[in-house]
C-alpha cells in the first residue's frame, strides 16, 4: 500500500511560481513511475508531468518550458517547481504513483493551486 500527500498549493499572482511536494509512505515506492495531474473546475484531469525511476521525465504541453518535475528517492518525495504561473493553472494539483510492471496506481488526495491575474 502507498499513501501520497500533497502540499505546497496556495493563492499566487499571475507569473509568480510555487514548488509542490508529494511524501510518499510505503514500501518499494523508489520503483514507481510518479506522476502529478490536475483538475481544473469543469474539466477533465490532464497529465502535468512525470518522472521514472530512472529520472526520465515527460510533459503535458501546458507544462512544458515552465514546470520542473523531480524525485528525492531518500526523502520518497517528487516535486513540481512552477514558474511563470497563469491563471489558467488554476487546479487541484494531484501525485499520482504507477507501478511500472503491474497495474496498480496510487493517488494523492491533491493540492490547490490558485493563479489570480
Known amino acids: 500500500q502507498v499513501q501520497l500527500v500533497e502540499s505546497g498549493g496556495g493563492l499566487v499572482q499571475s507569473e509568480g511560481s510555487l514548488r509542490l511536494s508529494c511524501v510518499a509512505s510505503?514500501?518499494?515506492?523508489?520503483?514507481?513511475?510518479m506522476g502529478w495531474y490536475r483538475q481544473a473546475p469543469g474539466k477533465e484531469r490532464e497529465l502535468v508531468a512525470s518522472i521514472s525511476n530512472g529520472g526520465s521525465t515527460n510533459y503535458g504541453d501546458s507544462a512544458k518550458g515552465r514546470f520542473t518535475i523531480s524525485r528525492d528517492n531518500a526523502k520518497n518525495t517528487v516535486y513540481l517547481q512552477m514558474e511563470s504561473l497563469k491563471p489558467e493553472d488554476t487546479a487541484v494539483y494531484y501525485c499520482?504513483?504507477?507501478?511500472?510492471?503491474?497495474?496498480?496506481?496510487?493517488w494523492g488526495h491533491g493540492t490547490q493551486v490558485t493563479v489570480s491575474s
Open positions: 499520482k504513483a504507477n507501478h511500472p510492471y503491474f497495474q496498480v496506481t496510487y
Open positions: 510505503g514500501s518499494g515506492i523508489s520503483i514507481y513511475i
